[in-house]
């Protein structure tokens, strides 16, 4: 019951992830990352397990993926640990480009994947394959645009091509969404912003990305010039004011 966006840009060094679903509290089960803070390194990767999620398949990717395993070999190392492996959706891009995905068999149809040069478009529980192929023409549409418009825009993509839903039930609202990025100028991401339990998370996701940009200096001044910190501390209570 979700569709899910990541896409890395070794040329720009970002990498990140967005994903809405109907899934309340998403967020303790996904995604996955590893070696991305406080230092972006090559070997950076962002995992989204799916469908019938068992996160625990995330952190064994990264595992075996840490230890030598190669794509060609992951996909059989993850079912000898997994009894349930044909449940699951599971896609994995690195900080250099590379990608995995799998969608098992019964994974809560329709479920599908489109894989491209640094990025992979995936979902499940949908009414055909249009909001997955929405996703991937608009992460190649705004490859120019920094991560994170690009990654709202294919999810804001997938919803407008119909979003989660089953052709005997209808469109499945979103309740949940995030968006995670990572660029290596800071040991923190970039951006990082979930709405939960929330009746229009998509439309609130792009707001608050667009506001909490403003953290970005309080958050430096911050880490690396603390006596200045209430000289730019003001923007806080600016966004607070603009919320009551």
Same mark, same amino acid.
């Given at each position: 019951?979700?569709?899910? !966006? ?5 040329d ?53 993926r ?42 809560w ?26 996703m ?8 120019n ?38 660029n ?8 990082? !912003? ?14 608050l ?20 910190t ?5 923007? !806080? ?8």
């Amino acid at each position: 019951m979700t569709y899910t !966006v990541i896409a890395s840009n070794p040329d720009t060094n970002e990498i990140g992830i967005a994903s809405t679903t109907i899934t309340i509290n998403f967020g303790r089960a996904f995604p996955v990352t590893r070696h991305l803070v406080p230092e972006l390194s090559k070997d950076g990767i962002i995992v989204a397990p799916m469908a019938t999620v068992h996160p625990q398949n995330g952190h064994r990717l990264c595992d075996l993926r840490d230890s030598g395993v190669s794509w060609d070999e992951m996909e059989s190392e993850l079912e000898k640990h997994d009894k349930d492996w044909s449940w699951r959706q599971i896609g994995a891009v690195t900080a250099a480009g590379e990608t995995w995905v799998r969608t098992g068999t019964n994974a809560w149809n329709h479920a599908s994947h489109v894989v491209a040069d640094g990025s992979i478009a995936m979902g499940n529980y949908m009414d055909g394959p249009e909001p997955v192929q929405a996703m991937a023409r608009a992460l190649e549409e705004n490859r120019n645009e920094c991560m994170d418009e690009r990654l709202l825009r294919a999810l804001e993509a997938a919803k407008a091509a119909g979003g989660q839903g089953q052709p005997d039930i209808g469109p499945i609202p979103e309740a949940w969404a995030m968006i995670q990025t990572f660029n290596g100028k800071q040991p923190w991401p970039s951006v990082d !912003v979930r709405v939960d339990f929330d009746v229009g998370p998509l439309s609130k996701l792009r707001r608050l990305v667009r506001q909490l940009k403003n953290m970005d200096k309080v958050l430096h001044t911050m880490s690396f010039d603390p006596s200045k910190t209430f000289d730019v501390y003001g923007v !806080v209570f600016d966004m607070y004011n603009a919320q009551v």
